[in-house]
């Protein structure tokens, strides 16, 4: 499979808002589990949402009311909006690919939320 390629994030104020976007080229992006974990520094990796195959959503209950996770099949692009930022939120966040009990990861990219 090709690499995912991960865009966005860097340094905002609380209160802001940033928007990641994920690009899974390949192919059978449609029947593909697509979505976003993140790990902050001294803490696990924890799933913050996905878009599943169905189209179905689900987040982490952290992010619930501020973040939106949407998906372009045309164009094989998963995208996180986040809103409302924390300083918690603060992390690196790595976007996912899953297609059968296969999981692919993107590189990373790093959000930091001033207080």
């Known amino acids: 499979q090709a690499q995912l390629v991960e865009s966005g994030g860097g340094l905002v104020q609380a209160g802001g808002s940033l928007r990641l976007s994920c690009v899974a080229p390949?192919?059978?992006?449609?029947?593909?589990?697509m979505g976003w974990y993140r790990q902050a520094p001294g803490k696990q990796r924890e799933l913050v949402a996905n878009i599943l195959s169905t189209r179905r959503r689900n987040y982490a209950e952290s992010v619930k009311g501020r973040f939106t996770i949407s998906r372009d099949n045309a164009n094989k692009t998963v995208t996180l909006e986040m809103n409302s930022l924390k300083p918690e939120d603060t992390a690196v966040y790595y976007c996912?690919?899953?297609?059968?009990?296969?999981?692919?990861w993107g590189q990373g990219i790093q959000v930091t939320v001033a207080s």
């Open positions: 390949g192919l059978h992006f449609s029947l593909n589990d």
């Open positions: 996912y690919r899953k297609y059968g009990s296969a999981v692919q």
